[in-house]
């Protein structure tokens, strides 16, 4: 089955991109995986989400790709790597065919600075990446 990753940030990802993962994974008949790469202190000591609200989001996201039939798996990362580095190892690893991330354009200074991250993910990524920004 093809396999198409969110990569998730469980306090910024919006429901466009949510939306337009599910909408990729329904049309390709694709599972789709939601991954997100945590710190170790965003986890409690049994290993869940700390942040109650983080949880419940996460959750409903689940409970929404389940009622609309769309098989699905959650990862979390705790590996202390950056992000983007491990979402890509992530992909890699998992034979990933696309992945679905969300961008927030920046004025130019920010993108000088926060952009490069962004720009090194998706030259890295070993399949397609669509970019999602908020509010499409």
């Known amino acids: 089955m093809k396999k198409i990753m969110v990569g998730y940030n469980i306090y910024s990802t919006t429901d466009d991109v949510i939306r337009v993962a599910k909408q990729r994974a329904q ?3 694709a599972e789709l995986l939601l991954v997100s790469s945590v710190v170790g202190h965003s986890l409690d000591a049994s ?18 790709l389940a009622a609309d039939h769309v098989p699905h798996k959650v990862h979390l990362i705790v590996r202390g790597s950056n992000a983007a ?25 920010g993108e000088m600075i926060f952009g ?21």
């Open 27 to 29: 049309e390709t008949s």
């Open 47 to 64: 290993g869940t989400l700390a942040d109650m609200d983080a949880r419940n989001r996460l959750h409903s996201i689940e409970a929404s």
């Open 85 to 109: 580095e491990d979402l890509v190892r992530f992909a890699r690893e998992n034979d990933v065919a696309e992945i679905v991330v969300g961008f927030v354009p920046r004025p130019r200074i």
């Open 116 to 136: 490069s991250n962004h720009r090194r993910f998706v030259a890295t990524a070993p399949c397609p990446v669509v970019t999602v920004h908020n509010g499409w």
